[in-house]
């Protein structure tokens, strides 16, 4: 199976979708960003949990 980062990296738009990305974590405040990172990483954790249920 292909690495679903692989695929993405390739999809039209997506290095637009990352720079403004990237813009908008630059605006947040230190304490927004470590709750965004500590969301991200849950949701991380949540989406490998149920890869391996599929």
């Not at 990296?9 to 500590?38: C, F, H, M, Q, W």
């Not at 849950?42 to 490998?48: G, I, P, V, Y």
């Amino acid at each position: 199976m292909q690495d679903k980062t692989a695929v993405l990296g390739n999809t039209p738009g997506v290095e637009e979708d990352e720079r403004y990305i990237e813009k908008a974590y630059r605006t947040l405040s230190e304490d927004n960003r470590k709750k965004l990172e500590v969301y991200a990483a849950a949701l991380r954790r949540t989406q490998l949990a149920h890869e391996g249920t599929d």
